[in-house]
């Protein structure tokens, strides 16, 4: 039977996920006060969710950067039987993990009754999956994404995944003030995250705000937008200057690569033609303007010697750019995203407004093809990982495009299925192996973001963030069924094959027999330090680099 705690954060995700979450967390934070006031809170060894961490999710306990940071009791468990598979190596064995922390993996580890047993037998235990890409409680087009820390969390620990990082939109063009904010949209955090921060101007304020945000506040990334005209997206003179930037601070520069003057001109070119609806959307920023701006974005990368991560590839154009910088020896890393993976344009033509605006996003879905030739690089490691811009918007958010595709909100949901689709789609079908879907999930994410093996591996010393996935049990993705408070859903009525049975996040187990068990504050904030492996030997090709100039040459003086 469940402890009477475990009932309340039930309770809890039951309440949160009906959408009142201010007047839930209000109520939740009550209880957990007067309870501890009363002391009547008991704290046994099985149970995790104890108004300690409660109180440390709320900025009381230690803390990183004023981000949530929480630690309290955590239950001994044993994962016994399964495959554990790693990134570079699989093997059967067991998984013990106390505090939090893997202590040991090796086959037949005897344990005491305290330890709380998980069978694994036939299954595969691997890391919990990192999504590098979201926008969780994000002001965009005029409303904020429906999903927000804590309900985007929840849909993720459920979907297998126990990390993401989002991107923070400075507010007024401050960093720090988009940081303060998203350290307050972050505070019900029920699982680890991370943040790169957006670029969406340019002046000596900003360039001294990168530095503090990467070294003092745990970011190392920046993402520069060459598309959205007239809202976040900069100049190529600002985007070199960032990039330069990025170089010196050790930092990843990342880019959301469409040529934005060219998509506005098919905006126009478009609503001209009186195609005014969603299929407008695609039909204006063909992949062609992917490509340009990809190969653009690399150009100038290449030009300042820094590495780029190019977000969200959803084209052959795009690809294309991305393999010749690679064959050429440029440090250059793409993204898919799942639902440039396995979807097609092909709803946006939906007669349904409402069906077909549920697949907006940018860059747009492209004709099928483009999404098998990204499978396909993902097996050759052309594209090294994959994410998934969880950007969810319900169907009355949609609708603010009803009569105009430029105003329907850009994004679509993907945080809570990237996991599942991912091993249907790819290792069920024989295109890569069990080991490179931990690698294209989790372990290439950490080694960029410079985060493993703390994560991205099931190592001693790597944080519990570990999943048991059922090879032989289906799923079915639906809006009925999902996390996301989203009441619409891209994948609707998809199934597969490979079920996330079990999610430990934190050295907790979040999600079991189909029930989540999460907790508003348990989530920490994970710091990214700079100068990760992306810039091993940057130095040496800068001093070869001018040593090839042979310049300046010396001249004698001019005698006239
Ligand atoms: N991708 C999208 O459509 N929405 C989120 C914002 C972005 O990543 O461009
Ligand atoms: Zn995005």
Same mark, same amino acid.
């Given at each position: 039977?469940?402890?009477?705690?475990?009932?309340?954060?039930?309770?809890?995700?039951?309440?949160? +996920?009906?959408?009142?979450?201010? #007047? &839930?967390? !209000?109520? =939740?934070?009550?209880?957990?006060?007067? %309870?501890?006031?009363?002391? @009547?809170?008991?704290?046994?060894?099985?149970?995790?969710?104890?108004?300690?961490?409660?109180?440390?999710?709320?900025?009381?306990?230690?803390?990183?950067?004023?981000?949530?940071?929480?630690?309290?009791?955590?239950?001994?468990?044993?994962?016994?039987?399964?495959?554990?598979? +790693?990134?570079?190596?699989?093997? #059967? &064995?067991? !998984?013990? =993990?106390?505090?939090?922390?893997?202590? %040991?993996?090796?086959?037949? @580890?005897?344990?005491?009754?305290?330890?709380?047993?998980?069978?694994?037998?036939?299954?595969?235990?691997?890391?919990?999956?990192?999504?590098?890409?979201?926008?969780?409680?994000?002001?965009?087009?005029?409303?904020?994404?429906?999903?927000?820390?804590?309900?985007?969390?929840?849909?993720?620990?459920?979907?297998?995944?126990?990390?993401?990082?989002?991107?923070?939109?400075?507010?007024?063009?401050?960093?720090?003030?988009?940081?303060?904010?998203?350290?307050?949209?972050?505070?019900?955090?029920?699982?680890?995250?991370?943040?790169?921060?957006?670029?969406?101007?340019?002046?000596?304020?900003?360039?001294?705000?990168?530095?503090?945000?990467?070294?003092?506040?745990?970011?190392?990334?920046?993402?520069?937008?060459?598309?959205?005209?007239?809202?976040?997206?900069?100049?190529?003179?600002?985007?070199?200057?960032?990039?330069?930037?990025?170089?010196?601070?050790?930092?990843?520069?990342?880019?959301?690569?469409?040529?934005?003057?060219?998509?506005?001109?098919?905006?126009?070119?478009?609503?001209?033609?009186?195609?005014?609806?969603?299929?407008?959307?695609?039909?204006?920023?063909?992949?062609?303007?992917?490509?340009?701006?990809?190969?653009?974005?690399?150009?100038?990368?290449?030009?300042?010697?820094?590495?780029?991560?190019?977000?969200?590839?959803?084209?052959?154009?795009?690809?294309?750019?991305?393999?010749?910088?690679?064959?050429?020896?440029?440090?250059?890393?793409?993204?898919?995203?799942?639902?440039?993976?396995?979807?097609?344009?092909?709803?946006?033509?939906?007669?349904?407004?409402?069906?077909?605006?549920?697949?907006?996003?940018?860059?747009?879905?492209?004709?099928?093809?483009?999404?098998?030739?990204?499978?396909?690089?993902?097996?050759?490691?052309?594209?090294?990982?994959?994410?998934?811009?969880?950007?969810?918007?319900?169907?009355?958010?949609?609708?603010?495009?009803?009569?105009?595709?430029?105003?329907?909100?850009?994004?679509?949901?993907?945080?809570?299925?990237?996991?599942?689709?991912?091993?249907?789609?790819?290792?069920?079908?024989?295109?890569?192996?069990?080991?490179?879907?931990?690698?294209?999930?989790?372990?290439?994410?950490?080694?960029?973001?410079?985060?493993?093996?703390?994560?991205?591996?099931?190592?001693?010393?790597?944080?519990?963030?570990?999943?048991?996935?059922?090879?032989?049990?289906?799923?079915?993705?639906?809006?009925?069924?999902?996390?996301?408070?989203?009441?619409?859903?891209?994948?609707?009525?998809?199934?597969?094959?490979?079920?996330?049975?079990?999610?430990?996040?934190?050295?907790?187990?979040?999600?079991?027999?189909?029930?989540?068990?999460?907790?508003?504050?348990?989530?920490?904030?994970?710091?990214?330090?700079?100068?990760?492996?992306?810039?091993?030997?940057?130095?040496?090709?800068?001093?070869?680099?001018?040593?090839?100039?042979?310049?300046?040459?010396?001249?004698?003086?001019?005698?006239?």
């Amino acid at each position: 039977m469940a402890e009477p705690q475990q009932l309340q954060s039930r309770l809890l995700w039951r309440i949160f +996920n009906r959408r009142s979450v201010t #007047v &839930a967390a !209000v109520l =939740v934070r009550l209880l957990s006060t007067l %309870s501890l006031l009363f002391l @009547i809170s008991p704290i046994s060894e099985s149970n995790h969710i104890t108004s300690e961490s409660y109180y440390n999710g709320l900025g009381y306990g230690d803390s990183d950067c004023g981000m949530s940071s929480s630690s309290s009791s955590w239950p001994k468990l044993l994962i016994r039987g399964g495959t554990v598979v +790693n990134a570079h190596h699989q093997e #059967v &064995a067991d !998984v013990y =993990v106390e505090d939090g922390i893997v202590v %040991s993996v090796k086959p037949n @580890i005897q344990v005491h009754d305290d330890v709380t047993v998980i069978d694994a037998t036939g299954k595969y235990v691997m890391p919990g999956g990192i999504d590098p890409h979201t926008h969780l409680a994000m002001e965009f087009m005029g409303t904020v994404t429906v999903d927000d820390f804590f309900s985007g969390q929840a849909a993720a620990l459920a979907g297998g995944t126990t990390m993401h990082i989002d991107f923070v939109i400075p507010v007024n063009g401050s960093l720090t003030a988009g940081f303060e904010a998203y350290k307050v949209k972050a505070k019900d955090s029920c699982m680890d995250y991370g943040l790169h921060m957006a670029i969406t101007k340019w002046d000596e304020s900003v360039a001294r705000d990168m530095e503090v945000m990467v070294k003092e506040r745990g970011i190392n990334s920046f993402k520069f937008f060459l598309a959205y005209k007239d809202a976040l997206m900069i100049s190529d003179e600002l985007f070199l200057q960032g990039l330069k930037k990025c170089k010196s601070l050790g930092a990843l520069a990342m880019v959301h690569a469409e040529n934005g003057d060219a998509v506005a001109e098919g905006q126009k070119r478009m609503m001209e033609l009186g195609i005014t609806g969603p299929e407008g959307h695609a039909l204006s920023r063909p992949p062609e303007l992917e490509g340009e701006a990809t190969g653009r974005a690399i150009h100038l990368a290449g030009f300042v010697n820094t590495p780029l991560y190019v977000v969200h590839v959803m084209s052959i154009d795009a690809l294309d750019e991305i393999a010749k910088a690679k064959r050429s020896g440029q440090r250059v890393i793409g993204e898919p995203v799942i639902s440039g993976l396995v979807l097609d344009d092909s709803k946006l033509w939906d007669p349904d407004f409402t069906t077909a605006s549920m697949y907006v996003m940018s860059p747009p879905l492209r004709k099928s093809g483009h999404n098998r030739a990204l499978q396909a690089a993902l097996t050759t490691g052309v594209l090294q990982l994959v994410g998934t811009d969880h950007c969810t918007f319900n169907s009355t958010q949609k609708a603010l495009g009803i009569d105009d595709f430029r105003k329907i909100p850009n994004g679509v949901n993907g945080i809570e299925e990237r996991m599942h689709l991912l091993w249907d789609s790819m290792v069920e079908s024989g295109m890569i192996s069990v080991t490179d879907y931990v690698r294209i999930t989790s372990t290439e994410c950490a080694r960029i973001f410079n985060i493993y093996p703390r994560k991205g591996a099931i190592l001693a010393g790597s944080d519990a963030d570990i999943i048991v996935l059922n090879p032989n049990s289906t799923f079915e993705l639906s809006a009925t069924s999902h996390h996301s408070r989203s009441d619409t859903n891209v994948y609707e009525g998809r199934t597969g094959k490979g079920k996330v049975e079990v999610t430990i996040a934190g050295g907790r187990v979040v999600w079991r027999h189909g029930e989540l068990n999460v907790v508003p504050g348990s989530g920490r904030y994970i710091e990214m330090p700079p100068f990760g492996h992306l810039f091993d030997g940057i130095d040496k090709a800068d001093a070869s680099y001018l040593s090839s100039l042979h310049a300046p040459v010396k001249r004698g003086k001019v005698t006239t």
